[in-house]
């Protein structure tokens, strides 16, 4: 259990090591060029490790030099059979992105995951990739473990996304990287586009839609990247600093990507003073710097749109909710409910254990604000998910009476750094 008490306030200067979504796609792109990449900034979550270890048994070469990582790729199609288990941990990234890469190759895999990833869905990427010409055996419930043996008959496909998910996106272009012939995929809400940026894809707008274009001629050569720092990490600092008195946080050289710093222009929105530093990009990603000061923050109406692009950030986004001024509240994102744990269930059981008035949806949440007197100090449940679990952490931080949470250690997954990080900007 981690206890966390009340701080007086934030102040200081902050970097964050790569963002986890740019990081795995890194890991991935370098493991399948033909020769040598050098990445920087590589991030150091768990996650990240499931990806690496997953193309050490492949037969990739990943050794740390300095502060970066240097990969010898085993190029197109070159990967080694193994008869060990790809262990994708607790990353749903890891292992939809990774189906689309093992169907296209010559040896049979079988991809397996901790308890939760175990129960996460897999056929939102089966389906697509099945359509293609892939052969995966997972359970009966089609969660992992699941075996992918090779195919002969692999063929692009033309796909309108069911959910806006970059995952099912990014699953299917690794697939079509392997194909003469392009494939489309078709979204209607714009979802993460690391995968977009980093092949240099080709992505039309049209009406509201985005076409994403990817065939073998987008296969990844050897390259270097400096990883921004991770700006769903930052989210947790962000909304920490805004709620603590007299407080002040700069950020350096995260990640700017619109459709990753979304939530900050929410925050804006909400009244929050965030000064935007644009300094440099690193294939194709924006990177800056962020100067965060407490803020008075008042609740707004969270647009449909936006949700798919801080899917992430609504559990941190809900404390801020909470302590902002007026109801808080949040719909059309099921897809909470199937992420690291169903994180609409596990933010209600946390808020009522507060003494919060909290209504549950099947797509989101509302926070009654009433003068009621909020429990003292309260213990949380992580859920053993990495994100509910710092999301509580910040408000035990916030809360007259501090709190705590159990099975905290799951920050791991994303944040490794959170608690020493904490304690170096808290006054
Ligand atoms: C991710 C995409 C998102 C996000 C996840 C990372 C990625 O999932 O929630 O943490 O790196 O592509 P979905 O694409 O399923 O929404």
Redesign the pocket.
């Given at each position: 259990m981690q206890k966390f008490e009340k701080i007086n306030r934030v102040s200081g200067t902050i970097e964050y090591k790569g963002d986890?979504?740019i990081s795995?796609r890194a890991v991935i792109f370098a493991c399948m060029a033909d020769g040598i990449s050098k990445i920087s900034n590589l991030s150091g979550s768990e996650d990240v490790n499931s990806t690496a270890g997953i193309f050490k048994s492949l037969g990739c070469e990943i050794n740390n030099e300095g502060k970066d990582l240097i990969i010898k790729g085993r190029g197109y199609k070159g990967f080694k059979a193994t008869s060990s288990y790809l262990d994708a941990g607790n990353s749903?990234?890891t292992a939809r992105l990774l189906s689309g890469l093992l169907m296209n190759q010559n040896f049979s895999s079988t991809m397996i995951g901790d308890e939760s990833l175990s129960q996460r869905p897999m056929k939102r990427i089966i389906e697509p990739l099945r359509q293609m010409g892939g052969n995966f055996f997972p359970t009966d419930e089609n969660t992992l473990p699941m075996r992918i043996e090779p195919s002969n008959n692999i063929a692009p496909i033309n796909y309108v996304l069911p959910i806006p998910?970059?995952?099912?996106k990014?699953a299917i272009v690794l697939s079509a990287l392997h194909l003469d012939e392009p494939s489309t995929i078709i979204e209607n809400l714009p979802?993460?586009n690391?995968t977009e940026l980093m092949l240099n894809l080709r992505v039309e707008q049209k009406d509201s839609q985005n076409i994403i274009t990817a065939s073998k001629k987008n296969y990844p050569n050897p390259f270097e990247i400096f990883v921004p720092g991770d700006i769903s990490s930052a989210a947790f600092f962000i909304v920490l600093t805004l709620l603590s008195k007299d407080s002040e946080l700069t950020i350096n050289n995260v990640s700017l990507n619109p459709q990753r710093a979304c939530y900050v222009e929410l925050l804006k929105q909400m009244g929050a003073d965030i000064e935007i530093q644009p300094v440099k990009s690193s294939l194709g990603e924006p990177i800056g710097n962020l100067i965060v000061r407490s803020s008075k923050l008042k609740n707004i109406t969270i647009p449909a749109s936006a949700i798919?692009l801080i899917?992430?950030e609504l559990p941190v986004l809900t404390i801020c909710g909470l302590m902002a001024e007026g109801d808080f509240e949040f719909l059309h994102a099921a897809?909470l409910r199937v992420?690291e744990s169903d994180r609409i269930s596990a933010m209600v059981k946390n808020l009522r254990a507060l003494g919060v008035e909290v209504e549950e949806f099947p797509d989101g949440l509302h926070i009654v604000k009433s003068e009621n007197q909020l429990n003292e100090s309260p213990v949380f449940d992580s859920f053993g998910d990495h994100r509910i679990a710092m999301s509580f952490g910040i408000l035990s931080l916030i809360l007259e009476s501090g709190g705590s949470i159990n099975n905290f250690e799951c920050v791991n997954i994303s944040n490794p750094d959170f608690v020493k990080q904490i304690q170096g900007i808290v006054k």
């Open positions: 986890k979504s795995h749903g990234t998910s970059a995952q099912i990014s979802s993460r690391h798919p899917i992430d897809e992420k």
